[in-house]
């Protein structure tokens, strides 16, 4: 059975007799659709539990063929790692843009040899590093965030690659789902601190971070703060976690995974004064939504 990719983060098997197959969308969680090419016929009971048996060996090794591409991806991620420069050394413009310092964990690389590292193991399905915000391929130093999964956040399971503008790309086909950016510290065994703290993005973790002094975690998305949630709370279990929302489209879902989680949540609020101190600082036209906006706007970075 071979898998053919539809868009981004879909995949469709068809079955090998060509008469059926599945849709996968990898953000969504799996299998979305399963479809029959006579479908609309009537069919006898026989019949329809030997499509449900087809159906269901169809799905468990397409999980199987997702198992093995994740490992082949985290291995890619873990070889891009190696050979990059850590942010603590060098920098970057990003970590500029939002006034937060480097720390450990956080690595560089030229979007040039990330793309040439890109063609040589994508070369079935190229993909292109590419800036979401510039809307085109990123161009100059890139910003990596590894991605951890697996007891003690140890084993890195994708990459967040960051532009100096702020553009954001996912490593292609790797596992997504709860995994996320862990302070250094968290991962290598130091003392547990009181609280520990989950964010969307990475800015605002390192700027809760710095003005706080509390460690904090970065999801990547506000679709991924559940997971990511849940993973922090069984490996530090009995430390005070707090999820830190975004106002606006993060906030709702925020405060859904803290009363799931049963944790605290902390979403930042901005007056009329802040929001043009904001806007003055940064010159941006965009409304400020997270705690690196809000420290920003009062002065804290």
């Not at 399963?34 to 060996?57: G, V």
């Not at 700027?207 to 993973?231: E, I, M, Y």
Request: hydrophobic residues 40%; proline residues 5%.
């Amino acid at each position: 059975m071979r898998p053919f990719r539809a868009r981004e983060g879909e995949t469709i098997y068809v079955f090998p007799d060509g008469k059926g197959g599945i849709a996968w969308n990898w953000r969504l969680g799996g299998a979305q659709a399963i479809w029959f090419i006579d479908a609309d016929k009537k069919l006898s009971d026989s019949e329809m539990k030997k499509l449900r048996r087809q159906a269901d060996l169809v799905m468990k090794e397409a999980e199987e063929q997702r198992q093995r591409r994740h490992t082949e991806v985290a291995c890619f991620a873990e070889s891009l790692l190696a050979d990059a420069v850590s942010a603590v050394s060098v920098g970057h413009g990003y970590l500029k843009l939002k006034r937060v310092r480097p720390v450990a964990g956080l690595w560089v690389m030229d979007a040039a040899e990330i793309q040439a590292r890109f063609n040589a193991f994508f070369r079935d399905e190229p993909r292109t590093l590419w800036d979401s915000r510039a809307g085109r391929p990123m161009a100059d130093p890139v910003l990596m965030v590894p991605l951890y999964i697996g007891k003690n956040f140890s084993s890195v399971s994708s990459i967040e690659f960051i532009s100096e503008c702020g553009g954001k790309y996912t490593l292609p086909e790797a596992r997504a789902a709860g995994a996320c950016w862990v302070p250094e510290a968290l991962r290598k065994g130091a003392p547990l601190p009181e609280r520990i703290g989950v964010a969307e993005g990475l800015a605002t973790a390192l700027s809760v971070s710095q003005v706080k002094g509390f460690p904090v975690a970065a999801a990547r998305s506000c679709g991924n703060l559940k997971a990511a949630a849940q993973a922090l709370k069984l490996q530090f279990f009995g430390v005070r976690l707090i999820v830190l929302g975004d106002k606006g489209n993060g906030e709702e879902k925020a405060r859904e995974v803290a009363q799931y989680a049963r944790t605290a949540v902390a979403v930042p609020s901005f007056s009329d004064q802040q929001r043009a101190r904001f806007r003055q600082i940064t010159g941006s036209n965009s409304a400020p939504t997270d705690f690196n906006d809000y420290y920003i706007a009062t002065g804290k970075l």
